[in-house]
């Protein structure tokens, strides 16, 4: 099955000073794009793409490949350091990770995000690599009804996100699907909920959006902050100086250890949604962490905990290799990275497809074998970033809050080119900073305006090609029915579970109050 | 997490919060009803405001949910310490960045008037000197002392980061300084 | 080479420096060009402007300047490029998408009709593809099948561009009810969806169709266009809507200019624009992307352009 000339081949192209050098290029490149707000792996990969015509092709795959799996890393050093994702991807790592770093623990945070992006990256890899064409035939399974429950599922799935003042989550989940409205509707295109404004016309995009929730809205509630205590800044020298001394809490093979739970939703919710085709790393990231926050709520996720931050970064890079499955085994890619990794392969001579496999072997072992060597890549060079990061995160916010916030404004531009961009990613920093003051939870904004309207789409579509048959439509398959009993059950023991939550909750008021009752006796 | 600090005024609470919140909903409400489009049947049978109204009504329900919910007395301790004036400096602060954009990207959003002021400052699209004035001026006014280590890590970091974009490929408006490296591109 | 283009970019500095550049006849283009993207880097439209500017130096003696704006469909850029002089040194790599956008919109931000176009330099193929040994597999099937209304109807997935063209040449025939157009944001999902057998047909690009066609029948190209040599040994005797007698729905990939631009640039941009597709290294790049390029000049290109906006208007009510 394997065929070993071809392998041989491949390791005698890759393992050459030449590849490998391109390959940390890409990974230098990829994490410093992913660290700048706005700026993602697709912006990077488009703009290296011209650089490849004229390479060969084990160094073009190298360098795109390294670029992607850094820039998807390079997201959480920001979302820890600053509380500002650099990419949307690394949104839900700000959670826990940023709360981290105001501990002292930063260091502790952005290596325990590395080994998490880098364990679920690779394992996924191998995923990838053995059960390619099998996963293929799983996603195929996946139509409009099928979405529709599955979108429907993630979003019940979340509930766990909405905080604990129960209104204000659903607040926040209705908010993200107002704003989903937001554009063209998916049967017509007829623009719609525009506020007669040309340029909302195809909606609003994800990254202003999360770039003025979450890193405006961050530095204002500073700057708000700062106001009420007044303080200066003195010597700025002697902050420098400390930013090229290590140190720091670091991370012991034990706390990895103990996150293997939430690396492993990261990786089986990230390879699951990595192969399906418009989902993407944010939906993974959001989805993997909530599951985790979920499954063990004894661990307190959302407090500031390693095991937070693991299930993020594990359900973000976790996509990565299996974003290529559609594009491997059908020729049709997933995403707009899958599709500029297609291009870079086409204009190396190889046509993505079926055949991929018996017409150019060589260039898919190399692909292979790329896939899995960046991650070692990775693995180095984000450790470099990571300790100057840490660093850069302890500079006093006098310094710090107009940087971020001149880099919020150069990646919400930078990322379209588009100047209304701008304008929205300001508008969505004040409602960011009202969410923070009202405490409204973010994560369930984010994750309706994601899913919600894709959820609409699929059930549209449904209805569409079923001739407006409800039943037709939301029970036309085995697959479809399951996912549905799937929604139910998972209402009924959420809602059981937060019945019993307000009970324990209520007692332990009463008790507390009989407990009062009798000091006051007693005194 | 959130006190039920009393000395507090009601608007501050929860409750004071969402009644603001309430009346906003009604008013965004009442505009979609306006709306023609909301009304436009769509080839599926949906109305083309069908999933904007249901939005919006979610919105106002759990608006109401704590306005008469049990924590509606409580407040965050965010909104405790928010005054007025802090709003206003948010949105000051808001307006300040607009304002960087406009003049470092040259950006008029296609407004005549916008355009005819840009055409009487000078160096108007210039990343580098805005970046700078910008950087230099937030540190100074967060109260980064003294002013010249504020001009020195704005220049510093300015560069920086017009350094690493140029290098990634990321055009950046340049005029004066970018014809002086010969960087400038058009 | 790099030395090349770094002097060049050195020397251009300088110019703009020194003197506002002065026009002249016959010294046209005498700047760089500023080439709009309307979409993110990326996409395909942002592979073809990148290919093309690579060997803009050889031709234009001055480089093309690739800027993305992207945005609310393509809007943008188109609006971006409005905004621009009409000196003829900015071009719109256009696509079908900012048209159609635009005519959704109740109060578009420009008329996509006042446009000049400088040149064609692709005309997209839709491709309906179905499953093989199906009595719609062929396009006489197809119409038989869909002329006997005891047969269920079928449904036709894809985006709305590529859509555009089986629902024309089927409303030619009056079997437009017959079929449900089920619209998709991208390519991709549109082929997921047809592989797993949620719709019955799918109608994709040339390059996806060549792709699906070892396992897979190809019903009709909607253009009035051959397949390139390669596409046709892959997929056989394709009908196109010339060879059925009906009219064609060409989707254009077009250099657009202001419409305030003189008659005299916009016919220099586009015998430039034929020179550049035609050098070696774009026609290279070109054919690895698994695009094919032709060519119309500037009067070609515009009145195929006026032919093809009114099929478009003519069918887009189809989907509302």
């Not at chain 1, 979405?147 to 209104?167: D, E, I, K, N, T």
């Not at chain 1, 937060?498 to 009798?518: G, L, T, Y």
């Not at chain 3, 071009?91 to 578009?108: F, I, Q």
Request: overall charge neutral.
């Amino acid at each position: 099955m394997i065929n070993m000339d071809a392998l041989y081949d491949a390791i005698a192209l890759v393992f050459t000073w030449h590849t490998l050098m391109w390959i940390a290029i890409g990974v230098t490149i990829g994490v410093g794009v992913g660290a700048m707000p706005g700026l993602t792996a697709t912006t990077g990969i488009a703009l290296m793409l011209p650089l490849t015509f004229t390479m060969d092709q084990a160094a073009a795959l190298g360098l795109l490949i390294g670029l992607y799996k850094g820039a998807i890393y390079g997201g959480s050093i920001s979302a820890i350091s600053f509380a500002t994702p650099g990419t949307s991807e690394a949104a839900a790592t700000v959670f826990d990770g940023h709360k981290l770093m105001l501990r002292g623990k930063g260091k502790k945070a952005l290596l325990i995000a590395l080994y998490a992006s880098v364990t679920a990256d690779f394992l996924s890899d191998v995923i990838t690599i053995l059960i390619a064409p099998m996963l293929a035939l799983v996603a195929l399974k996946f139509g409009p009804s099928e979405r529709f429950w599955l979108m429907v599922l993630a979003v019940c799935l979340l509930g766990a996100l909405s905080g604990s003042h129960f209104a204000k989550g659903m607040l926040s989940a209705a908010m993200g699907l107002f704003i989903g409205t937001i554009g063209a509707d998916p049967v017509s295109s007829v623009p719609r909920n525009t506020f007669d404004l040309w340029w909302l016309g195809e909606g609003i995009h994800l990254i202003p959006l999360v770039v003025g929730i979450f890193a405006m809205g961050a530095m204002l509630e500073k700057i708000v902050e700062m106001s009420t205590v007044k303080q200066k800044v003195q010597r700025l020298g002697g902050t420098v100086k400390g930013l090229f001394s290590m140190g720091g809490e670091g991370l012991s093979f034990k706390e990895y250890l103990s996150c293997w739970k939430e690396i492993s939703i990261g990786l089986g919710v990230g390879t699951f949604v990595g192969m399906l085709p418009g989902l993407g790393s944010t939906v993974g990231a959001f989805l993997s962490y909530g599951i985790a926050k979920q499954a063990s709520p004894e661990k307190k996720i959302g407090t500031g905990k390693i095991e937070g931050v693991a299930a993020a970064e594990a359900g973000n890079n976790a996509t990565v290799g299996p974003t290529l499955v559609p594009l491997l085994a059908f020729g049709i890619p997933g995403s707009a990275v899958a599709a500029l990794i297609g291009a870079a392969l086409m204009l190396q001579g190889a046509t993505p497809g079926p055949r991929m496999f018996e017409l150019y072997p060589t260039i898919i072992y190399s692909l292979f074998l790329i896939l899995i060597l960046g991650n070692f890549f990775n693995l180095g060079i984000g450790r470099i970033f990571a300790f100057v990061y840490a660093k850069l995160g302890e500079l006093p916010p006098q310094v710090l809050v107009p940087i971020v916030m001149g880099m919020a404004v150069i990646g919400a531009y930078s990322y379209a080119n588009n100047e209304w961009d701008v304008l929205v990613m300001l508008v969505f920093g004040i409602v960011g900073l009202f969410m923070r003051t009202f405490r409204i939870p973010e994560a369930p904004l984010i994750i309706t305006f994601l899913l919600a309207p894709q959820a609409e789409e699929n059930l549209r579509r449904g209805l569409l090609i079923n001739e407006g048959d409800w039943v037709a439509t939301l029970m036309s398959s085995p697959l479809a029915i399951g996912l549905a009993i799937a929604v139910v059950a998972l209402t009924y023991i959420s809602t059981r579970m937060r019945i019993s939550e307000r009970m324990s909750e209520i007692a332990d008021d009463a008790e507390a109050a009989e407990a009062e009752a009798k000091a006051n006796k007693a005194s | 997490m959130a006190s039920s600090d009393r000395s507090v005024g009601w608007l501050r609470t929860n409750q004071g919060v969402a009644a603001c919140l309430v009346v906003a909903m009604l008013g965004l409400l009442g505009y979609l009803l306006s709306q023609d489009w909301v009304y436009q049947q769509q080839r599926d049978g949906f109305r083309l405001g069908f999933f904007t109204m249901v939005s919006a009504l979610v919105m106002l329900v759990c608006v109401g949910f704590t306005l008469i919910g049990k924590q509606k007395d409580q407040t965050t301790p965010e909104m405790a310490r928010m005054r007025g004036k802090d709003w206003l400096r948010g949105i000051a602060a808001l307006l300040i960045m607009l304002v960087y954009y406009v003049l470092a990207w040259d950006a008029h959003f296609s407004q005549d008037w916008v355009r005819a002021i840009l055409n009487v400052i000078p160096f108007t699209g210039d990343f580098l000197i805005w970046t700078v004035v910008f950087l230099t001026m937030g540190m100074a006014v967060l109260g980064v002392r003294p002013i010249t280590s504020a001009i020195t890590a704005g220049v510093i970091v300015s560069f920086v980061i017009f350094g690493l974009f140029l290098l990634i490929g990321i055009d950046l408006p340049q005029s004066v300084i970018g014809q002086l490296l010969g960087t400038s591109a058009v | 080479m790099k030395l090349m283009k770094l002097m060049a970019l050195a020397a251009m500095g300088a110019s703009l420096a020194l003197a506002a550049p002065a026009m002249a006849e016959g010294d046209y283009p005498n700047n760089t060009i500023k080439t709009i993207v309307p979409f993110g880097a990326g996409g395909g439209t942002d592979r073809w402007a990148r290919v093309m500017s690579s060997a803009a130096f050889d031709v234009f003696g001055h480089g093309m300047h690739v800027q993305n704006r992207g945005g609310a469909g393509g809007t943008i850029g188109w609006k971006y490029m409005m905004d621009q002089k009409a000196d003829g040194h900015s071009v719109l790599m256009a696509s079908p998408t900012p048209v159609m956008a635009a005519l959704m919109e109740k109060n578009p931000p420009y008329d996509p009709e006042n446009v000049r176009i400088a040149a064609y330099y692709s005309v997209m193929k839709p491709t309906l593809v179905a499953p093989k040994g199906k009595p719609y597999s062929t396009w006489a099937g197809l119409v038989a099948y869909l002329k006997d209304d005891s047969n269920k109807k079928l449904t036709i997935g894809g985006t709305m561009t590529q859509l555009l063209g089986p629902a024309s040449l089927l409303a030619q025939l009056g079997l437009e009810k017959r079929v449900i157009l089920v619209p998709y944001s991208g390519t991709g999902k549109a082929v997921n969806d047809y592989l797993g057998g949620h719709i019955s047909m799918v109608n994709v690009t040339t390059s996806t169709a060549v792709g699906l066609a070892d396992k897979n029948a190809i019903v009709v190209n909607a253009s009035s266009l051959e397949y390139n040599k390669k596409a046709k040994e892959a997929m056989g005797d394709v009908p196109n809507a010339v060879t059925l007698g009906l009219t064609p729905f060409d989707p254009p990939r077009f250099v657009a200019m202001h419409p305030d631009t003189p008659d005299e640039q916009v016919v220099a941009m586009g015998k430039k624009m034929g020179e550049l597709l035609n050098t070696k290294s774009v026609k290279r790049l070109i054919g690895k992307l698994g695009e094919d390029i032709i060519y119309k000049d500037s009067a070609e290109s515009e009145a195929a352009y006026k032919q093809v906006m009114a099929e478009a208007k003519k069918y887009l009510p189809l989907f509302q």
